[in-house]
């Protein structure tokens, strides 16, 4: 079946540097990938849509210098916190819709992001 | 704008009761999924309803789209330990996947 691929599963970075998380498709093709953002106990916000070759849709509130988001090839997008602080450690998922032969989506396992 | 609004949002239940989650909306969805996600993981699909009154079985776990299809229900039977995690429902708007608020279970032995 579809797997997506997130890398690192942990982090825990300093106030003020940035941290890059990896999502990748493994068996399959992906256009597009979506990262969320989740608190404790709480759903997956969207945050953003990457596009393959293109800039970043990002959702309502989302601050794009903030979090920015590369998607080079088709089975690889990026999501960078900047100057990171500690408001922004929370819980980060990405998604890729696509190789399930249904349009469904697939989730990676997720990163943790503390920053002290 | 398309919301999807969960009940309830906490359930703790001892081994073996029964209980049903929801997910309801005023908007009308071409189809509704179910997600379940344990702690440090990503959601995983259970499963698809796309017809109007569609039950769909999956072992112990029933769901059911309304007849309006505006909302969706979660029914599990006997639960277990391991039916503890999160549920979400979603639906897909222009692409982009949309979960509702999530209901907690806890399923204690």
């Known amino acids: 079946g579809a797997v997506v691929s997130q890398h690192p599963s942990r982090v825990i970075c300093k106030s003020g540097t940035s941290v890059k998380i990896e999502c990748r498709s493994l068996d399959f093709q992906a256009t597009t990938m979506f990262w969320y953002r989740q608190f404790p106990k709480k759903s997956l916000m969207l945050m953003a849509t990457?596009?393959?070759?293109?800039?970043?849709?990002?959702e309502q509130g989302v601050e794009k210098d903030k979090f920015l988001i590369n998607h080079a090839s088709l089975t690889l997008s990026t999501l960078t916190v900047t100057s990171a602080h500690p408001e922004d450690s929370s819980f980060y998922i990405c998604?890729?819709?696509?190789?399930?032969?249904?349009?469904?989506?697939?989730f990676g396992s997720g990163t943790r992001l503390t920053v002290v | 704008t398309q919301l999807l609004e969960q009940s309830p949002q906490f359930l703790s239940i001892q081994e073996g009761e029964n209980l049903t989650v929801y997910c309801n909306s005023s908007s009308v969805f071409s189809s509704l999924q179910w997600y379940r996600q344990e702690p440090g993981e990503g959601p995983v699909l259970l499963v698809t309803?796309?017809?109007?009154?569609e039950v769909k079985k999956l072992k112990r776990l029933t769901f059911q789209f309304g007849d309006a299809r505006k909302d969706s229900s979660l029914h599990i039977t006997a639960a277990q330990p391991g039916d503890t995690g999160l549920y979400l429902c979603a639906f897909s708007n222009t692409g982009k996947l949309i979960f509702g608020q999530g209901t907690t279970l806890q399923v204690k032995p």
């Open positions: 309803v796309v017809t109007g009154g």
């Open positions: 998604s890729a819709r696509g190789g399930q032969g249904n349009g469904g989506y697939t």
């Open positions: 990457s596009n393959e070759g293109s800039k970043a849709t990002y």
